[in-house]
């Protein structure tokens, strides 16, 4: 029997992700509080729901891919939720960077209703996502795990089971420390050479060589490369502006995990008051 998909949250990266799914010819069924995603979405092929109710009613495994905590919990939890409308069996997969008691909370809420919940953390960008090259951290029973791995597959270039539920979630907030910190020692290093006269070509060159210069951080470095005309334009201000919130956003929610854990991160702390000024917003 072919597997239904929903998706709520149609935003950078899930636009991209549902986009993947209704190409490979996967039944989709989508839901965002901005109307203009919708109808692009239905354009390509999806049904067009009015709320994430109406897509759990049409779904076998319903993607959820909003902000925050508080996001989630209201498109699973609510009058017009997922909840409201997912039949027993069908499987919520929340791909949001939240804390993983936030993920474990709504695996006991939707268990009372036969539903499961599985966390599908995503790395890879919406350029991943375009591309279906994305690695999936994910958390939860195994035969769920296995149930998504279909809809998963058509953006996943990897899809790791990473263990009980809240494990896909904590992985990634493990995963943006490292990525956080790597743009930050990649800006500072950078400026030091920069400014001390060195040959920014012959530093790359060097530090592409031994490692130390990944890919993503060369993508990050790229931001910083561009003509003085080009980084003051409102559109790419903007845009730096809307990934410094994320950043901060999700540093906020590893400091708060690594809290509960009892675990003392004081560089990802500073990282995070540095991400203004890491994307360029600051000198």
């Known amino acids: 029997m072919t597997i239904r998909a929903g998706f709520v949250g149609l935003g950078n990266i899930g636009k991209p992700m549902a986009r993947r799914i ?18 692009e979405l239905a354009a390509a ?21 909003v902000r925050d905590d508080d996001e989630v919990r209201a498109v699973v939890l609510g009058p017009d939720g997922v909840l409201a409308g997912a039949a027993p069996g069908v499987i919520v997969a929340i791909h949001s960077t939240i804390l ?9 809420y939707a268990a009372r209703r036969g539903v499961a919940v ?23 029973n195994a035969e769920d795990v296995e ?28 995963n943006n420390l490292m990525t956080y910190l ?6 500072e290093a950078t ?25 993503q951080m060369l ?22 502006q809307s990934f410094t919130r994320l950043a901060e956003k999700d540093l906020a929610v590893t400091l708060e995990f690594a809290r509960e854990n009892g675990v003392d991160l004081p560089g990802t702390a500073r990282c995070r008051e540095l991400m203004a000024r890491v994307y360029g917003l600051q000198e």
């Open 22 to 39: 209704v190409d490979a010819g996967v039944p989709l069924t989508v839901f965002d509080m901005m109307p203009a995603a919708v109808v």
């Open 45 to 65: 092929g999806a049904r067009a729901a009015t709320s994430a109710r109406e897509v759990a009613e049409a779904a076998d495994v319903v993607g959820i891919c």
């Open 100 to 108: 993983p008691r936030t993920v474990r909370e709504l695996g006991e």
């Open 118 to 140: 599985v966390d599908a953390c995503i790395t890879g960008g919406a350029g991943g996502a375009a591309q279906g090259k994305l690695t999936y951290m994910v958390g939860g």
């Open 147 to 174: 149930r998504c791995r279909p809809v998963f597959a058509t953006s996943a270039e990897r899809v790791v089971h990473t263990g009980p539920l809240g494990s896909g979630v904590s992985v990634k907030l493990c």
């Open 182 to 187: 790597g743009f930050l020692a990649a800006f």
């Open 191 to 215: 400026l030091l050479a920069r400014r001390s006269g060195l040959s920014e070509k012959a530093f790359e060159e060097v530090t592409r060589a031994n490692g130390n210069l990944t890919d």
């Open 219 to 240: 993508a990050f470095l790229s931001l910083h490369r561009l003509p003085p005309e080009s980084r003051k334009h409102p559109e790419f201000r903007q845009m730096l």
